[in-house]
C-alpha cells in the first residue's frame, strides 16, 4: 500500500510538472511588423532617411578626411619658390597637392603683383568656395536629425489614434488585439524615428567638427601666405 502511494504521488507530480510554459520572444523585426500598415509605411520612410543619413556620412567623412591631407612640408616649398622668384614652380605645387589648402595658395600665387588688400579678399573668396565644397550635403543631415524623431511621433499620434477609435466604434469593449496594434503603431515608431535621429544628429557635429579643422587649416595657410607676401624683400 504505502508503495502504491507513493507510486501514485510520483505521477501526479510528474503530471503537475508536464505543463512547460514556453516563453514567447519578439524580434525587432516582428515588433516594427506588429504596428499595422500605418506604422509600416513610416518605418519604411524611417529606414530610407537612416540610408540617406548614413551614405551622406561616410561620403563627407571620406572626402573631409581626403580635404585635411597636407603635406606639412607644403608651405615651406611654397615659401622658397616664391622667395626665389619662381612663382610658376609653386603653381606646380600647389596643382600637385590638389587640395583646398593648396587652391587657396595657388589663387594667391595669381594674385601677386596686385595689392595685399585684393590677395586677400581673392583668398577670403575662394575660401568660402572651399568650405561650401566641404559642407556639401551636411545640412541634409541636419534635417534628417530634426524630422526623424518628428516622423517617429507622428506615428505615435496615428497609433493613439486607431487604438482610440477601436476604443469608441466598440461602445468601451475592443479587443485585446485591435488595441495592441494601435500602441505598437505609436511605440515602435517612436522608438525607430528616436533611433533615425539620434544617428543622423551624431554624424551631422562629427562632420561639422571635421569641417572645422580643415577651415582651420585653411585660415592658417592663408594668414601664412600673407605674411610671406608682407616679409621684406
Given at each position: 500500500m504505502l508503495n502504491f502511494f507513493q507510486e501514485d504521488g510520483l505521477a501526479e507530480g510528474a503530471q503537475a510538472a508536464d505543463p512547460i510554459v514556453e516563453e514567447k520572444t519578439l524580434s525587432l523585426f516582428d515588433l516594427?511588423?506588429?504596428?499595422?500598415?500605418?506604422?509600416?509605411?513610416?518605418?519604411?520612410?524611417?529606414?530610407?532617411?537612416?540610408?540617406?543619413?548614413?551614405?551622406?556620412?561616410?561620403?563627407?567623412?571620406?572626402a573631409i578626411k581626403a580635404a585635411s591631407e597636407t603635406d606639412s612640408n607644403f608651405m615651406h616649398q611654397i615659401k622658397d619658390s616664391v622667395v626665389n622668384g619662381n612663382i610658376e614652380s609653386a603653381r606646380i605645387r600647389c596643382a600637385q597637392a590638389n587640395s583646398p589648402?593648396?587652391?587657396?595658395?595657388?589663387?594667391?600665387?595669381?594674385?601677386?603683383?596686385?595689392?595685399l588688400e585684393d590677395i586677400n579678399t581673392a583668398i577670403e573668396n575662394a575660401g568660402?568656395?572651399?568650405?561650401?565644397?566641404?559642407?556639401?550635403?551636411?545640412?541634409?543631415?541636419?534635417?534628417?536629425?530634426?524630422?526623424?524623431?518628428?516622423?517617429?511621433?507622428?506615428?505615435?499620434?496615428?497609433?493613439?489614434?486607431?487604438?482610440?477609435h477601436e476604443l469608441a466604434t466598440s461602445s468601451g469593449q475592443?479587443?485585446?488585439?485591435?488595441?495592441?496594434?494601435?500602441?505598437?503603431?505609436?511605440?515602435?515608431?517612436?522608438?525607430?524615428?528616436?533611433?533615425?535621429?539620434?544617428?543622423?544628429?551624431?554624424?551631422?557635429?562629427h562632420l561639422v567638427v571635421k569641417t572645422d579643422k580643415v577651415v582651420h587649416q585653411m585660415e592658417a595657410t592663408a594668414v601664412d601666405f600673407l605674411d610671406l607676401l608682407n616679409e621684406p624683400a
Open positions: 516594427f511588423l506588429s504596428g499595422g500598415v500605418g506604422g509600416q509605411i513610416i518605418i519604411a520612410i524611417l529606414f530610407v532617411l537612416l540610408f540617406v543619413a548614413v551614405y551622406i556620412y561616410f561620403e563627407r567623412l571620406f589648402v593648396a587652391r587657396l595658395t595657388a589663387k594667391g600665387l595669381d594674385r601677386i603683383g596686385s595689392p568660402r568656395l572651399e568650405v561650401y565644397k566641404l559642407e556639401k550635403n551636411v545640412s541634409i543631415l541636419a534635417t534628417i536629425a530634426g524630422a526623424a524623431p518628428m516622423i517617429g511621433f507622428l506615428g505615435t499620434v496615428i497609433g493613439m489614434v486607431i487604438a482610440f475592443a479587443e485585446m488585439g485591435a488595441l495592441a496594434e494601435g500602441i505598437y503603431t505609436a511605440m515602435t515608431t517612436t522608438v525607430a524615428g528616436l533611433i533615425v535621429g539620434i544617428i543622423a544628429y551624431i554624424g551631422y557635429n
